[in-house]
């Protein structure tokens, strides 16, 4: 067990310990394949890994990864409520230098992500950019020679960052594994599709016959909509992108603007990346018993801080739901305080996928050790062949084959001259 870490209760440790071995049981790929050989080969060692990651039984079994390569590893949590204080326990036990509880405040937030920085991590993993931002604000020294490369885990990172670097301001490199094809075609879609499922299950609707809006048509909100027409729900979309709403009408659904069907929701759930989604001109139109529900990174989709204030009354009615009545007397029912509500009600996306997510950070932490001093500041797309390597050794772990291309094939494929 190490010394420096702060977590809810250490003597949790045995309870996470058994999430992790569940959890791993699940993630072959992560947690077996390139954990052992990270074992035989150490391509980690004397390396400082900083992460700032949703704190659950999954990223328990990436620590583990790295630590087995041979990596120190200082980890935050990426959001006040989405950590598992069972599985923080058990990742000091593991070795790592855990700050992570769950239900901090902004400012212990911040006092975490720091205690990561303090100890001069070589590469930062992060989950929202809220680490790299405050190394790039206040650590100039890291920034300038301490840090090889970053990597980001989730849209809303990526998107903070793709604005950094159009503003001349990202000064490290940085992998936006988010936009790997092994994560989020699989991570947001089906993680986040399902999440809304293990949201909402404490309260105990049928989603048969409800009509739920989706806010966004893209990886993940796409996803959520399928699950809810999955489970018998009549489903309309809200988009801003014209294309990605042309999808959703293709795929079937109703397709609409969010001012005109929002009286008629007995359900909404957010994943836009986008603040206002639900805003305080609709709280008037909410029906009585609206269940509302954000799963985007940030607690901006809806606007929880003017609902609060518009409420006449909230009160708690189950542990992250409140009751608000608005002063027409409707009662709307908000869950997780409008943060991730797959991750602050449930536990956040399935092993499986996770897996995936987590053997991309793995392999490009490898990938920047074997490349240091190569990279220029800026995004770096995840290389193609470490995408491919994690979609074959998922499907080795379920013993699946596939074809592959004969010489003729890869000839004519590469060939333009060949028509008609
Ligand atoms: N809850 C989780 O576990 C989890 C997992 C992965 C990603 N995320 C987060 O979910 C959010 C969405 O990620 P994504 O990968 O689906 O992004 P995406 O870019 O693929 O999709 C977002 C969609 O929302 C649409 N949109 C933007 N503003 C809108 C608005 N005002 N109204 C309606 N639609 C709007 C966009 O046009 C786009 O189609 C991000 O914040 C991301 O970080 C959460």
């Not at 409707?330 to 987590?358: C, I, T, W």
């Not at 990938?367 to 995840?382: M, Q, R, S």
Request: charged fraction near 25%.
């Amino acid at each position: 067990m190490t010394e420096g870490y702060k977590v809810a209760d250490i003597t949790l440790a045995e309870k996470g310990r058994e999430g992790l071995y569940v959890a791993g049981r699940k993630m072959p790929v992560t947690a077996g394949i390139i954990r052992d050989e990270f074992e035989k080969t150490k391509p980690l060692k004397g390396i400082r890994i900083g992460a700032c990651l949703h704190v659950t039984k999954e990223t328990g079994n990436l620590a583990r990864t790295l630590i087995a390569g041979g990596a120190e590893v200082y980890m935050c949590g990426s959001n006040p409520l989405s950590t598992q204080d069972d599985a923080a326990a058990a990742m000091v036990e593991d070795g790592a230098h855990v700050y992570a509880w769950h239900g901090n405040t902004d400012e212990e937030f911040y006092w975490a992500i720091r205690q990561v920085l303090d100890a001069k991590p070589h590469i930062l993993i992060d989950d929202g950019a809220d680490l790299i931002v405050t190394a790039h604000k206040e650590y100039p020294e890291l920034i300038k020679s301490g840090i090889i490369a970053c990597q980001e885990e989730t849209t809303t990172g990526v998107k903070r960052f793709e604005s950094m670097e159009a503003a001349g301001d990202l000064l490290v490199p940085l992998f936006p594994v988010n936009d790997a094809r092994c994560k989020n075609e699989f991570d947001n879609e089906l993680g986040t599709g399902q999440g809304i499922v293990s949201a909402i299950y404490g309260m105990h609707i049928l989603f048969a016959g409800k009509t739920v809006v989706i806010a966004g048509y893209g990886h993940c909100s796409s996803g959520m909509a399928l699950r809810a027409r999955g489970l018998g729900a009549r489903v309309i979309v809200t988009e801003i992108d014209p294309i990605a709403a042309l999808k959703a009408v293709y795929s079937g659904f109703e397709v609409a603007k969010m001012d005109d069907i929002i009286d008629q929701a007995d359900v909404i759930f957010t994943a836009t990346g986008c603040n206002d989604v639900v805003a305080k001109k609709h709280f008037g139109k909410l029906k009585d018993g609206c269940i509302l529900g954000n799963l985007g990174h940030f607690d901006i989709e809806i606007a929880t801080k003017d609902l609060y204030a518009y409420a006449k009354d909230i009160k708690p009615i189950r542990k992250d739901v409140e009751e608000i009545t608005l002063p027409n007397g409707n009662k709307v029912y908000l869950l997780g305080q409008g943060r991730l509500a797959n991750l602050v009600l449930s536990e956040g996306h399935p092993a499986e996928v996770m897996d995936q997510s987590f053997a991309l950070q793995a392999l490009v932490s490898q990938y920047i050790v074997e490349n240091k001093g190569k990279f220029k500041a800026g995004l770096i797309k995840v290389p193609e062949d470490i995408d491919n390597k994690v979609g074959f050794l998922k499907l080795k772990s379920m013993g699946i084959e596939i074809d592959e291309w004969t010489e003729e094939q890869r000839k004519y494929n590469e060939d333009y001259s060949e028509g008609t």
